[in-house]
């Protein structure tokens, strides 16, 4: 019927379809349909291949393996090399690697239907939030017990505590390839020329910054996609200041955790800095990447809080001489429960194998592949950064005064080596940065920080429908 | 009636001459349902049908049903939980804030884009010189051709073009303005600070709009005869009188057609966003419901509770619609030119 009682008439139908057509275009709803879901039987994927010391797993002979990987920073050359060394021990299996670069969104259907592919690097901004499928992984406590290809023990090749960041209610179901190393990144060559030292302390942060506003540069400077990196440093050195407890009150969203006395410390220690107009004005409108060059190239800020990885994702925007260096953040007094040589340290790029993949013995020897000699000195030396396979880079960093800096920081550490999950468990790095990028330009103060970060904290604690993992 | 029309389609062919056909009969029946009609039910009407219900209902059924679940979006398996994902999100002070911030921009979004869009396609063909023939500005092709270019361009491309301009150190527009002496625009983050962001990136989106628009009145505009204008241009109307009394009376329903488009875009605006604001800029000020389903169904894998939005968003944009057609009601609907 029309408006005026009239019958459906003509032009009330085409309205209608309008408006048909204006909740076609609500796509987004769409979105959400899945083409079906799958049948919730698993494959019982029963490997017929023979168990031996070469063949851990027992891979069938004449099957493939089918590995996605994550094409980011690091490319999949090296997964790819993996692949060939598979192939070449195992006669018969073919290794098939595909390239995705959103993961989650490319996986999600196959999941869904019962069919993932057998190892995926679930890596980069688009990766599935390993609390959403902790439940159909497969266990890698055999992966690290297992022979490598030079026969000793994966596990006695490992960096230690690697295993820390896979491990989920003591389930060991995410294998973290790359070693990363967060530091506080400096051109070697600049400090030496000013004759600078590398401040310990956000005081020595502080007179630094003076020193350096003398010479017209800044102190730091942030991107907006990457302004959480100064929270990762943070975070960083209040565990160093005040330990443990600081680290397990924020893993397991305590109330309140966001206001330990080290944590505070560490804001104000930054709020000082930013007061005192070190940081350069305007990244909360700058692409990270423009911002680090900045760094890397342009020398308008002298130091930056990163993880390893900064120095592949800077290449070809460093300024050539730079000697990146990094050191370990930098820690609020003297006397700091752990010793400024301390370090977050973890490991990243993780690769997982789903348990209901079709061949998950093939899944597994992928990742004994990528864990013996030959494919993680071909991943350090293609990729100027460490594997969790120690010894595979030598003194020289293959000429990377980063990567060598990253060993040499590793060393001094010893067994003081720490991180922590909550952040990327619960993808709350969205909502914090819009917090940090309003603190990093001035725009708040550490109150509001304060509040900000708890808000997020609270929200994901407080919300019985997404699952917690308790850290201890 | 439906007699008359099926028969006017296809039964001068079919039905022999001389009063057989009788209605209700079986006989009659049978003989109508030729291949040709059936046929044409088959193509115009039943296959679009299944088309619509397999690729646009029931994936609307799907996922309205999923927002009564707590699926994660990676398993077969789910529980159902009732309205309590509805319950989460009205009191989701992120999701209400990106609500909030889709109707500003779906308010501010089509009035400015369409009304720059009038006043250029009044220019372009019937603002020209009074005298003789009702014309457009001296070179109105040229502008005609340029003003369509933004649209030309992807909405993705505009988007990264745009966060270069609006670079706070290295970008055109705070070159532009420190060079003729504003210095309080160095280093200025037009998309990072809470005052500005939202208005930047309203500016982007009506930037890389108007040109379409405006080619859209200009062929409605076309299709008004000329003596309508001539007439009013006799009795003394002005230009601005000319527009709004004649101009845009006449083609109202473009104008709702319009309003109804460009809104349904103002309320989803993701792929702008994804290119300007990907992180839901300063303080959310430029979050919308469609990014922060994005980020709930894929990074916090909670697809049940995005899909509680991806159903709030489509109740809102079809609420947009209803109003806009209400609007026009109002506002003298009744003397609807060509109904």
């Known amino acids: 019927m029309g408006i005026y009682g009239k019958p459906l008439g003509r032009r009330d139908f085409l309205r209608g379809s309008l408006a048909a057509a204006a909740l076609a275009a609500t796509g987004s709803l769409a979105a959400c349909a899945t083409s079906g879901t799958g049948s919730s039987t698993t494959s019982s994927s029963a490997p017929a291949g023979q168990v031996s010391d070469t063949n851990p797993f027992g891979v069938q002979s004449g099957s493939t393996v089918d590995a996605v990987i994550f094409n980011g920073g690091y490319g999949i050359d090296y997964a790819e090399f993996a692949a060939k060394q598979v192939q070449a021990k195992q006669s018969g299996v073919t290794v098939k690697v595909t390239p995705t670069t959103k993961v989650a969104q490319t996986l999600q259907p196959r999941f869904v239907a019962g069919n993932p592919p057998d190892v995926i690097d679930n890596s980069g901004a688009g990766l599935i939030g390993i609390n959403t499928i902790r439940d159909q992984l497969a266990e890698l406590n055999d992966v690290i017990e297992a022979k490598n290809y030079e026969g000793t023990v994966i596990k006695d090749t490992l960096y230690p505590g690697v295993m820390n960041p896979g491990t989920f209610d003591g389930k060991f179901i995410v294998l973290n390839y790359a070693l990363t190393v967060y530091a506080l990144w400096y051109s070697a060559s600049l400090f030496e020329q000013m004759g600078w030292t590398v401040p310990k302390t956000y005081d020595e942060m502080l007179s630094l910054g003076a020193e350096a506003k003398g010479k017209g540069k800044y102190l730091l400077g942030w991107g907006k996609e990457a302004a959480t990196y100064y929270q990762t440093m943070a975070i960083g050195s209040a565990i160093k200041e005040g330990g443990d407890e600081v680290r397990l009150a924020l893993e397991n969203l305590k109330p309140g955790c966001w206001s330990l006395p080290p944590i505070q410390d560490v804001f104000n220690g930054l709020k000082k800095i930013i007061d005192a107009g070190y940081v350069k004005p305007g990244g909360s409108g700058t692409q990270f990447t423009a911002a680090q060059a900045q760094w890397s190239n342009a020398e308008q800020f002298i130091l930056y809080p990163s993880g390893g990885w900064i120095e592949n994702e800077m290449k070809s925007q460093t300024k050539s001489g730079f000697k990146m260096t990094g050191a370990p953040e930098p820690v609020v007094s003297s006397n700091s429960k752990m010793p400024w040589e301390a370090l977050h340290s973890t490991a990243g790029e993780g690769y997982i194998v789903p348990s209901q993949g079709k061949n998950v013995a093939g899944g597994k020897e992928f990742m004994r592949a990528m864990l013996s000699h030959d494919a993680a000195v071909n991943f350090a030396k293609t990729k100027l950064s460490s594997t969790i396979v120690k010894g595979t880079v030598p003194a020289d960093g293959f000429g990377s005064t980063a990567l060598q800096s990253q060993i040499k920081m590793l060393e001094s550490a010893g067994s003081n080596i720490f991180s922590w999950n909550f952040v990327d468990l619960y993808g709350m790095n969205t909502d914090q940065l819009v917090v940090w990028n309003s603190f990093l330009s001035g725009d708040s103060d550490v109150a509001k920080l304060t509040k900000g970060l708890q808000d997020i904290t609270d929200k994901v604690a407080k919300d019985d429908s997404i699952k917690k993992v308790q850290v201890s | 009636m439906t007699t008359l029309t099926s028969g006017g389609l296809t039964s001068g062919v079919s039905a022999p001459p001389g009063g057989l056909r009788r209605f209700g009969s079986a006989r009659w029946r049978r003989r109508n349902l030729t291949f040709d009609k059936i046929s044409f039910f088959l193509v115009f ?7 619509y219900i397999a690729f646009v209902v029931s994936p609307f059924v799907q996922a309205a049903y999923f927002s009564l679940t707590d699926w994660t979006g990676f398993t077969p398996a789910m529980n159902f939980i009732g309205l309590s994902n509805y319950a989460k999100l009205f009191t989701d002070s992120t999701f209400l804030q990106a609500v909030g911030n889709n109707v500003l921009m779906a308010i501010v979004v089509p009035l400015v884009t369409l009304a720059l869009a009038m006043f250029f396609a009044t220019l372009v063909t019937v603002g020209g010189s009074t005298r003789g023939n009702v014309k457009g500005l001296r070179n109105s092709s040229f502008y005609r051709v340029v003003s369509f270019f933004p649209y030309v361009v992807p909405a993705i491309v505009i988007g990264l073009i745009w966060s270069q301009i609006y670079d706070p150190n290295s970008g055109l527009l705070n070159g532009i303005l420190t060079r003729i002496g504003l210095e309080q625009f160095t280093s200025f983050p037009w998309l990072g600070d809470a005052r500005t962001a939202r208005w930047a990136v309203m500016f982007v989106i009506i930037w890389g709009l108007v040109g379409f628009y ?56 993701f792929v702008y966003m994804a290119a300007l604001e990907p992180g839901g800029g300063p303080n959310n000020t430029t979050l919308v419901m469609a990014q922060e389903l994005f980020n709930t169904a894929f990074t916090k894998g909670q697809f049940g509770y995005a899909c509680a939005m991806g159903v709030v968003l489509a109740i809102i944009t079809l609420a947009y619609a209803g109003l806009v057609f209400l609007v026009n009601r109002i506002f003298g609907g009744k003397s609807e030119v060509g109904e």
């Not at chain 2, 009407?45 to 088309?51: E, N």
């Not at chain 2, 299709?223 to 109202?252: K, N, Y």
Request: glycine share 6%.
């Open chain 2, 45 to 51: 009407l039943i296959i679009p049908v299944a088309f």
């Open chain 2, 214 to 269: 405006m080619v859209l009145f200009i062929a409605a505009i076309k299709g008004v005869p000329a003596e309508v204008f001539e007439a009013a241009r006799i009795d003394g109307a002005g230009r601005f009188r000319t527009a709004v009394s004649i101009t845009i009376p006449l083609i109202r329903e473009n104008v709702q057609t319009a309003f109804i488009y460009i809104g349904i875009l103002a309320l989803d605006a």
